[in-house]
């Protein structure tokens, strides 16, 4: 959407903003939001609310969405989920105005001087690229623009998942091609990233919105037959959170036992794909909030594993292994009386926040009730995948680089290495993987593997929990052939990044050679050491004698043309 407005056409469009900016007052339109962020934090900064709802609805006045509604309708909507999440005033803030730097013509810098640095880096962050200067590569740009920006401060990406949640509510307005391109594009990159930061709340609003615009016919189905069954088996279904709740009792366990709904996506993946029937319980989950402490969630799993046969291989402890994304919880599957298979999640109150919000639930923690995030919330560490992706990013090219994220991102695998350390890889991901997992030098060095103790070669696939310990030789040799098997974009880039280092190499090898050739050792020696060489160089157009060698080896000079800007 361009801008509507020319900066220099009249002082009446910086008269409006100056009196945007003055705004103390909410305005009518904004009132739900502050009296939202106004529940979670009771002392917040309602002016600096206002006034950033006023700039933004001055600055969008003239633009519409594609639904004919005024474009601040956006804004304010991804600023009002955000809110409903508990985040500080800065975010929100942050949200309201995310559009304003790329649809107006507020700079940035005006932006941060009128907000302050904190908001201009988020609102920074979630702005795209200039298509006109990038063409093709702008999308991942924009994406690795984000990426680094995520590196100071992680509520970029919450900014942007909220932005894309209230673009697919309102998606039907988009033409049939490009509803389809935004809800591929959001399940390959931004549902992923969702899971990454344990925003399940906003993961399974995302996948279900996603389902209904990729699998139209399949998503009516499922919804239709998960109501029919949650009405006719309610009785059941409540019936068995209530034998929950007294099994637990007779152990002397304090817990609540809470009855959640799966969305509809999860219920198609897990049952209804193929078009088969689903039991009443297969539509819910269990929830056994105990309250205590973590020890008690495992008294509550032996009383529910001495009440129903559990199982085999559908137990899962991510307390004593915890998610990557801060999930804490025990996962088991029990058969009851009935036959029926059920899904029961134990935890105590601070996991079952965390299950929902991820780091959402660290951020609430480490804000004060003046709405205001606390000096030790912003050097918060990096997630492992965030770091990760930060650390080969910026090798890769754009298309290289959303290739590799959206398989980084994707379904995904634990492993532990030989000292121990635990690694999240793509499914499919192979000891090379692994190697590059731990660093670059690593994976460069990678020689052979072992899997639990019996030797793997370097396309052979992990599996989860498997241990993978790395032999390393003492020079570099990656093989071009790793790139037929391995998974992650940073194994990826790190043996084309290699291989492309050497091949320049050697054409500055062979450059020089041929200008040697041509002039004489000696005389090449003399025009280095006197500079003549670095001069000519330049007046060429190469930065350095390498690049000019470079060009020589690979062809794209002749020793001729630099013979003549000696003579």
């Known amino acids: 959407m361009a801008a509507s407005t020319d900066l220099t056409a009249s002082s009446e469009w910086w008269r409006g903003l100056n009196e945007a900016m003055s705004a103390r007052r909410p305005l ?25 709802y006023a700039v933004a609805d001055h600055l969008h006045r003239e633009q519409k ?23 500080d005033t800065a975010t929100l803030v942050a949200a309201l105005l995310h559009d304003t730097v790329e649809d107006t013509p507020f700079s940035l810098a005006h932006l941060a001087a009128e907000f302050g640095a904190e908001v201009g880096i988020m609102v920074d962050g979630v702005t795209k690229v200039d298509r006109s200067m990038y063409g093709s590569a702008a999308a991942g740009e924009t994406f690795r623009k984000m990426v680094v920006a995520a590196k100071d401060d992680l509520r970029v990406l919450l900014i942007k998942l909220a932005d894309r949640v209230h673009n697919l509510r309102t998606l039907q307005f988009q033409p049939p091609h490009k509803r389809a391109k935004i809800a591929r594009g959001t399940r390959e990159l931004l549902i992923p990233l969702a899971e990454r930061l344990g925003v399940y709340q906003l993961k399974r ?3 279900d919105l996603c389902f209904e615009y990729l699998e139209t016919e399949d998503f009516e189905r499922v919804r239709e037959r998960t109501e029919q069954v949650r009405r006719s088996h309610e009785h059941e279904i409540d019936s068995l959170r209530v034998s929950l ?3 637990l009792h007779a152990f002397r366990v304090k817990a609540e036992v809470v009855v959640r709904e799966r969305h509809l996506y999860s219920v198609f993946t897990s049952g209804l794909r193929a078009g088969s029937e689903v039991g009443p319980v297969a539509t819910v989950r269990y929830v056994v909030v105990v309250r205590g402490g973590e020890q008690n969630a495992y008294l509550a ?8 046969r559990p199982v085999p291989r559908r137990f899962r402890d991510f307390i004593a292994t915890p998610k990557y994304n801060l999930y804490k919880a025990l996962h088991t599957t029990v058969v009851t009386e009935s036959g029926r298979q059920v899904q029961i999640i134990i935890c105590d109150p601070h996991a079952r926040e965390v ?14 009730k003046d709405g205001r995030l606390l000096q030790e919330g912003r050097t918060r560490a990096d997630p492992e995948w965030l770091t990760r992706l930060l650390g080969w990013q910026e090798q890769a090219s754009a298309e290289d680089l959303l290739t590799g994220a959206r398989t980084d991102l994707a379904d ?21 993987d692994v190697a590059y997992a731990l660093g670059e030098e690593t994976g460069n060095h ?4 072992t899997i639990d103790g019996r030797l793997a070669g370097p396309a052979a696939r992990v599996r989860e929990g498997d241990t993978v310990r790395i032999v390393t030789t003492d020079e570099p040799a990656p093989d071009r052939g790793w790139l037929d098997s391995v998974r992650t974009g940073e194994a990826r880039v790190g043996i084309t990044a290699w291989h492309r280092v050497r091949a320049r190499e050697r054409a500055s090898e062979d450059g020089r050679w041929r200008l040697a050739e041509l002039l004489g050792q000696d005389r090449l020696v003399e025009a280095e050491a006197a500079g003549k060489l670095i001069g000519v160089a330049r007046r060429m157009g190469h930065p350095d004698m390498e690049d000019l060698y470079v060009a020589l080896g690979e062809g794209h000079r002749a020793p001729e043309d630099v013979s003549d800007q000696l003579s």
């Open 28 to 52: 009518p339109r904004v009132q739900p939001l502050v009296k939202e962020h106004l529940r979670w934090y009771p002392k917040a900064d309602v002016a600096l609310l206002s006034r950033a």
């Open 65 to 87: 969405r594609k639904s004919g509604e005024p474009f601040i309708i956006h804004p304010l909507a991804v600023a009002t989920i955000l809110a409903e999440m508990g985040l």
């Open 205 to 207: 609003e995302l996948e």
């Open 245 to 247: 709740r007294d099994v």
């Open 301 to 308: 799993l032996g009383a529910v594993h001495g009440r129903w």
């Open 355 to 368: 299950s929902e919000f991820g780091i959402i639930a660290q951020i609430r923690q480490e804000t004060s």
């Open 412 to 432: 995904t695998i634990t492993v532990l290495t030989g000292e121990g350390r635990v690694l999240t890889l793509p499914e499919g991901a192979t000891p090379v």
């Open 446 to 449: 990678f020689s052979a593997a």
